[in-house]
């Protein structure tokens, strides 16, 4: 069982930066593959980053939706159990509840792949 908690949500300027963070508890974190996704309101939930796991596996590609492609960066610390997302050049589209998720293996955009997943935290961008 792992269970995840997002942190660092928060209310940002159009064109700012925000660092999310998702800590992961339970065994062999590095055996994961971890997802970000994000919800706005009145739309469905979306993918918009996936980093793969590192043990056991290939090797921990990342991925991005194109919609934040170029802006935002995944990665991963195994030793801390988490994982990250910085968001720069934010937009007010960008705005959404974000979420942690977590699968085993290779990383994948689709959130029904993902078996955990965190509460969320709200991100909003102001223009």
Not at 49 to 68: E, M, P, R
Not at 84 to 109: F, I, R
């Amino acid at each position: 069982q792992v269970q995840l908690v997002e942190s660092g949500g928060g209310l940002v300027q159009a064109g700012g930066s925000l660092g999310l963070s998702c800590k992961a508890s339970g065994p062999a974190f590095g055996a994961y593959a971890m997802g970000w996704f994000r919800q706005a309101p009145g739309k469905e939930r979306e993918f918009v980053a996936t980093i793969g796991a590192t043990i056991g596996f290939s090797g921990s590609s990342a991925y991005y939706a194109d919609s934040v492609k170029g802006r935002f960066t995944i990665s991963r610390d195994n030793a801390k159990n988490t994982v990250y997302l910085q968001m720069n050049s934010l937009k007010p589209e960008d705005t959404a509840v974000y979420y942690c998720a977590a699968k085993w293996g290779l990383a994948d955009h689709n959130y029904d792949s993902y078996n955990y997943w965190g509460q969320g935290t709200q991100v909003t961008v102001s223009s």
